[in-house]
T-cell receptor, first 115, second 113 residues
Framework: AQSVTQLGSHVSVSEGALVLLRCNYS??????LFWYVQYPNQGLQLLLK??????LVKGINGFEAEFKKSETSFHLTKPSAHMSDAAEYFC?????????????FGTGTLLAVQP | SQTIHQWPATLVQPVGSPLSLECTVE??????LYWYRQAAGRGLQLLFY??????ISSEVPQNLSASRPQDRQFILSSKKLLLSDSGFYLC????????????FGEGSRLTVL
């Protein structure tokens, strides 16, 4: 079975500060990992994905994440927070292998950006 | 390009009333389709998924059902709503055998009173 754990349901940073959102995964097979962002009352938008190529993945809006197998982590970072980054962020895991593979989500981290 | 649409965006229903949420995907064929529910503070819960017309897999036993009458149409239904059915419902799709990412609709906010 696969799972993800997002440490910290709420994170607050100042505008211009580093954003670090933590995600640890559990998977018995090589995982595919994703970060999604959700703005209030909207669907989820894919930020970036790791699919066994480069371990440092760059996404939209200046975000990036690094896959660390030894730590079973896939933390999301952004060097300088912007007010527009305030949203909820979800980490998710799946594995490649068939039509019925499901995406398993973490419980989300709500990011607040203070002026 | 592919698009996904859900409707209605918002609805308020009394306990015991029926429910029908619809989702359609355009610009692709034979997608995998998914219904998720997002309740406050509980992340995303997978309710149903479908790999083809008439093929529905249920993840959580509950008061809801799903149907896929056409290749790119996915419907979430209930005969009698419960208070606990309130939440934000998200439809999603992905291509078969791709790298696994889902593409989500705009969501439907259901409040059961």
């Amino acid at each position: 079975a696969q799972s993800v754990t997002q440490l910290g349901s709420h994170v607050s940073v100042s505008e211009g500060a580093l954003v670090l959102l933590r995600c640890n995964y559990s998977s018995s097979v090589p995982p595919y990992l994703f970060w999604y962002v959700q703005y209030p009352n909207q669907g989820l938008q894919l930020l970036l994905k790791y699919t066994s190529a480069a371990t440092l993945v760059k996404g939209i809006n200046g975000f990036e994440a690094e896959f660390k197998k030894s730590e079973t982590s896939f933390h999301l970072t952004k060097p300088s927070a912007h007010m527009s980054d305030a949203a909820e962020y979800f980490c998710a895991v799946t594995s490649y292998g068939g039509a019925t593979n499901k995406l398993i989500f973490g419980t989300g981290t709500l990011l607040a950006v203070q002026p | 390009s592919q698009t996904i649409h859900q409707w209605p965006a918002t609805l308020v229903q009394p306990v015991g009333s029926p429910l029908s949420l619809e989702c359609t995907v355009e610009g692709t064929s034979n997608p995998n389709l998914y219904w998720y529910r997002q309740a406050a503070g509980r992340g995303l819960q997978l309710l149903f998924y479908s790999v083809g017309i008439g093929q529905i897999s249920s993840e959580v036993p509950q008061n809801l059902s799903a149907s896929r009458p056409q290749d790119r149409q996915f419907i979430l239904s209930s005969k009698k709503l419960l208070l606990s059915d309130s939440g934000f419902y998200l439809c999603a799709w992905r291509m078969m055998r791709n790298t696994g990412e889902l593409f989500f609709g705009e969501g439907s906010r259901l409040t059961v009173l």
